[in-house]
């Protein structure tokens, strides 16, 4: 049977899950935003809206490996149609006023529901797409998940002032239960009726040597040789754990919740630029917003460049940026310049998590899948979650310069640990 592509070259089912987990993260996102405006209509106290706003993040510490179990038992298709379903719920109790608890209980339920979209969306990538293609395809779901989120930013600030807030989640609780489940089905009967010809099921990706394995800028090989090739693109597993961590804690944990009190110490409330008096918030908040513009471009682009020149080579460029833009904003005290490292800071901590997705997936094959995604997304969920709790915490106490030395030492470690005998990967 004819493999049905889309028109990137990618198999259309993966795309149709892509697009199901962009749906389910209409109420997700959209909390972010309207929570904290309408927290005192609701009953909730200002103080527990980070609390509620993080629970989900916490939650995934434990049930990333429990949805491995559970993917190993129920298979993909149960799993799915389970946490669109959930994420359906949880969308419609962000509208109900029924105070905190619940509210709770719906973030805690929405971190079980994103760790099974997740490690199904990665499993996925691996199952249906050759060695050659995974870190395009890893950079493509990045990018149309933050496009849904995007969406919801969008969408919410208008159906908010016409409906009102109980029926924004209403309407955005149809939307990811309808859309999703049609998304999910899609997957499942393209995928379905592409691995099998006549009655034998096809071999997913992992299980195509000559195609899984071979290196992308290769000609074709025997299978020992192109396993070969395919050791010397990987990282060892806690390699890629150690920087997942640090990509989390420094793009999602410190990053985001540093720049703009770092702003502040150094060019006080405002900043006179151009005759122009810019307030620091709306400074540090454009510098924030990027991340959507980097995510849903420069994942896929970041993609497409380890798929064509390997994965550790790019990975060790975007760290040495990163290096420098660490180093920059510890000791820049020039507006612009400060703004231009904080910028180039988000795009390679994006880009650093686009390409540690791809090395995750070859790794998840490479292994026999195992626990692979579920150690790695557990590493990343981590790293934001005490990049965010510890980053002010460690300014107030050691002061931003080493805090950011000191981040920046880490990631210096862990490249030259790279160098050490006995590691697979390859530059």
């Known amino acids: 049977m004819q493999r049905p592509l889309s028109k990137n070259g990618l198999p259309r089912d993966i795309i149709f899950l892509f697009f199901a987990v962009s749906v389910t993260l209409l109420g997700d996102s959209?909390?972010?935003?309207?929570?904290?405006?309408?927290?005192?209509?609701?009953?909730?106290?200002?103080?527990?809206?980070?609390?509620?706003?993080?629970?989900?993040?916490?939650?995934?510490?434990?049930?990333?490996?429990f949805v491995l179990k559970c993917h190993l038992r129920l298979g993909s298709l149960v799993m799915l149609i389970g946490s669109v379903i959930g994420a359906a719920l949880t969308t419609l109790?962000?509208?109900?006023?029924?105070?905190?608890?619940?509210?709770?209980?719906?973030?805690?339920l929405w971190g079980l529901c994103w760790s099974v979209l997740r490690y199904e969306s990665y499993d996925s990538i691996?199952?249906?797409?050759?060695?050659?293609?995974?870190?395009?395809a890893s950079g493509l779901y990045h990018s149309i998940?933050?496009?849904?989120?995007?969406?919801?930013?969008?969408?919410?600030?208008?159906?908010?002032?016409?409906?009102?807030?109980?029926?924004?989640f209403l309407v955005f609780s149809i939307a990811t239960l309808v859309i999703g489940l049609v998304l999910v089905f899609l997957w499942h009967d393209t995928r379905r009726k592409r691995w099998h010809k006549k009655d034998e099921p096809e071999k997913t990706a992992c299980e195509r040597p000559c195609q899984a394995l071979q290196l992308p800028d290769s000609q074709p090989a025997d299978p020992g040789t192109a396993k070969a090739g395919l050791r010397r693109r990987l990282l060892s597993p806690w390699h890629c754990y150690a920087f997942t961590f640090f990509s989390g804690w420094i793009g999602s944990g410190l990053l985001?919740?540093?720049?703009?009190?770092?702003?502040?110490?150094?060019?006080?409330?405002?900043?006179?630029l151009a005759g122009i008096v810019i307030g620091i918030s709306m400074a540090a908040s454009f510098i924030t917003s990027t991340n959507w513009f980097y995510s849903i471009f420069l994942s896929v682009l970041t993609g497409r460049l380890s798929d064509r020149f390997g994965r550790i080579r790019v990975l060790v460029v975007i760290c040495l940026v990163l290096v420098?833009?660490?180093?920059?904003?510890?000791?820049?005290?020039?507006?612009?310049?400060?703004?231009?490292?904080?910028?180039?800071?988000?795009?390679?901590?994006?880009?650093?998590?686009?390409?540690?997705?791809?090395?995750?997936?070859?790794?998840?094959?490479?292994?026999?899948?195992?626990?692979?995604?579920?150690n790695q997304t557990t590493s990343s969920d981590l790293g934001a979650a005490m990049g965010a709790l510890l980053g002010l915490t460690l300014i107030t106490v050691i002061g931003y310069t080493w805090t950011y030395l000191l981040?920046?030492?880490?990631?210096?470690?862990?490249?030259?640990?790279?160098?050490?005998?006995?590691?697979?990967?390859?530059?």
């Open 126 to 136: 691996a199952q249906e797409t050759a060695a050659a293609m995974r870190g395009y």
């Open 407 to 427: 981040s920046l030492l880490v990631l210096g470690v862990l490249l030259l640990s790279l160098c050490l005998p006995g590691q697979q990967a390859e530059l």
């Open 145 to 168: 998940t933050r496009v849904g989120s995007l969406a919801a930013l969008l969408i919410s600030g208008v159906i908010i002032e016409w409906a009102g807030y109980r029926n924004t």
């Open 256 to 272: 985001v919740t540093t720049v703009g009190y770092i702003m502040m110490l150094k060019f006080g409330h405002q900043i006179k």
């Open 93 to 108: 109790l962000y509208g109900l006023t029924a105070g905190l608890a619940v509210l709770l209980v719906s973030r805690m």
């Open 324 to 374: 420098g833009a660490l180093a920059s904003l510890a000791y820049v005290d020039v507006f612009l310049l400060f703004i231009l490292a904080a910028t180039i800071g988000f795009a390679a901590s994006i880009s650093l998590h686009a390409v540690l997705t791809a090395l995750t997936i070859d790794l998840h094959c490479h292994i026999k899948r195992g626990a692979v995604i579920a």
């Open 30 to 65: 959209s909390l972010y935003v309207l929570l904290p405006i309408h927290a005192e209509s609701l009953n909730i106290p200002v103080g527990m809206v980070g609390l509620l706003l993080s629970a989900n993040r916490f939650i995934r510490l434990f049930t990333n490996y």
